[in-house]
């Protein structure tokens, strides 16, 4: 249903119907199996083309509404590139706390982490977010002794008077 108009959607159905019959052309169920049959457009473009649509119930629809947009995001190369660089942030977040007795620089962590991971600052800083949620292994940056934002693996925060 979503990208025509009612006008739209009234001039294709019966030309559908006609060609196709009132049926699923995927499950095959009739629409008095299913309830509704929607047009989906096999492919996005104009000017509309009933050769471009056929009549689909809507648990269909929905499944392959949903694959095309999994693999479309699944392809692109920011989420390829996300896929691949995402764990070594991570890792190299982790060695870097290790190192240094359960804490580092929160600034630190960030710029060394997108130089070495060849990732931007704001990818960085994503990529610490879910990292520092209240579900994450690590605190919120919080002030050091020298005034320093620090990231503190949870348990191992230091308590000040």
Same mark, same amino acid.
């Given at each position: 249903?979503?990208?025509?108009?009612?006008?739209?959607?009234?001039?294709?159905?019966?030309?559908?119907?006609?060609?196709?019959?009132?049926?699923?052309?995927?499950?095959?169920?009739?629409?008095?199996?299913?309830?509704? $049959?929607?047009?989906?457009?096999?492919? @996005?473009?104009?000017? $509309?083309?009933?050769?471009?649509?056929?009549?689909?119930?809507?648990?269909?629809?929905?499944?392959?509404?949903?694959?095309?947009?999994?693999?479309?995001?699944?392809?692109?190369?920011? @989420?390829?590139?996300?896929?691949?660089?995402?764990?070594?942030?991570?890792?190299?977040?982790?060695?870097? +706390?290790?190192?240094?007795?359960?804490?580092?620089?929160?600034?630190? +962590?960030?710029?060394?982490?997108?130089?070495?991971?060849?990732?931007?600052?704001?990818?960085?800083?994503?990529?610490?977010?879910?990292?520092?949620?209240?579900?994450?292994? $690590?605190?919120?940056?919080?002030?050091?002794?020298?005034?320093?934002?620090?990231?503190?693996?949870?348990?191992?925060?230091? @308590?000040?008077?």
């Amino acid at each position: 249903m979503g990208n025509l108009s009612k006008k739209e959607r009234d001039r294709f159905y019966p030309l559908l119907v006609h060609r196709d019959g009132e049926i699923c052309q995927l499950c095959r169920k009739t629409i008095e199996e299913s309830g509704m $049959l929607v047009i989906h457009e096999i492919k @996005y473009e104009r000017p $509309l083309s009933n050769d471009n649509m056929k009549l689909l119930c809507l648990s269909c629809n929905r499944k392959l509404t949903s694959k095309a947009l999994n693999i479309q995001r699944d392809g692109s190369p920011e @989420y390829k590139k996300n896929i691949e660089k995402e764990p070594l942030f991570r890792k190299f977040v982790t060695e870097k +706390l290790l190192e240094n007795n359960f804490h580092y620089s929160y600034d630190e +962590l960030i710029d060394s982490g997108a130089y070495r991971c060849d990732i931007s600052t704001e990818t960085a800083k994503r990529y610490m977010r879910p990292l520092m949620s209240e579900d994450g292994p $690590l605190s919120k940056p919080m002030g050091a002794q020298n005034g320093e934002l620090h990231v503190w693996i949870k348990g191992h925060e230091p @308590y000040y008077d």
